[in-house]
């Protein structure tokens, strides 16, 4: 799974509690990318990071936000958590933008909103 | 906006016969395509990739077809085994805001079924 973790792998959380999800990589990466995986709508782009403090919003990113403070880490927050972000998260990353080269991504976390 | 899409959601084939997986894409300024593999319970797994300026690429066992002038991308499994099954996601790159790096955007994937 080219050096990345996720954790947790799986949560439930309440509505309306915050909740942080961890990528961790081993691989030196520059860039670093959240998606979301739900039935119909497949992989859905929610944030990106091209460095160190440099975040951008992808097609998704109401209700999250995501902070990297160092190169192996990018965290997505859910600052208050409601079901319809039920849905499993991937973490990917890629050396040179996924213009250039693919993107290998984790094993995800299942997160569910009751 | 612009989408990546399957014409076909599933397909069923026999051990040891070729598979061929569709996507259509409608963003002609995409410029690098990826295939990726999904098993149950996993991430998504690099298959095979393909720039603009080609129109073939081959891997083991698999071969990456693109028709820009249809848009149109297709991905065969030769003598397709058990282990093939999984879900196959085409994926597409584009460089939206100007940016060099480009973002990755999915097709809804294919269900592909070997059976023995």
């Known amino acids: 799974d080219a050096g990345i973790t996720q954790s947790p792998r799986h949560k439930v959380t309440e509505t309306g509690t915050p909740v942080t999800l961890r990528c961790h990589q081993t691989?030196?990466?520059?860039?670093m990318y959240w998606y979301r995986q739900d039935p119909g709508h497949g992989l859905r782009l929610i944030h990106y990071?091209?460095?160190?403090?440099?975040?951008d919003k992808g097609e998704v990113s109401d209700g999250y936000s995501v902070s990297r403070s160092k190169t192996e880490d990018f965290l997505l927050t859910l600052e208050s958590a409601t079901s319809s972000q039920t849905s499993v998260y991937f973490c990917?990353?890629?050396?040179?933008?996924?213009?250039?080269?693919?993107?290998?991504f984790g094993q995800g976390t299942r997160l569910t909103v009751v | 906006g612009e989408s990546v899409g399957l014409h076909l959601p599933t397909l069923s084939v026999q051990e040891g016969d070729n598979s061929i997986i569709n996507c259509a894409y409608s963003?002609?300024?995409?410029?690098?395509f990826i295939w990726y593999k999904q098993e149950s319970g996993k991430g998504p797994q690099f298959i095979i990739d393909?720039?603009?300026?080609?129109d073939k690429r081959q891997g083991q066992r698999v071969t990456v077809l693109l028709n820009k002038t249809v848009k149109h991308l297709s991905l065969q499994i030769a003598a397709t085994q058990p282990g093939d099954s999984a879900v196959y996601f085409c994926?597409?790159?584009?460089?939206?805001?100007?940016?060099?790096?480009?973002?990755?955007?999915f097709g809804q994937g294919t269900i592909l079924t070997v059976h023995p």
């Open positions: 990917a990353i890629s050396s040179s933008g996924t213009g250039n080269t693919e993107a290998f």
């Open positions: 691989e030196n990466h520059r860039y």
């Open positions: 990071s091209y460095g160190v403090k440099d975040t």
């Open positions: 963003n002609s300024a995409s410029d690098y």
């Open positions: 393909i720039r603009s300026n080609m």
């Open positions: 994926a597409e790159n584009s460089h939206a805001g100007g940016t060099s790096y480009g973002k990755l955007t």
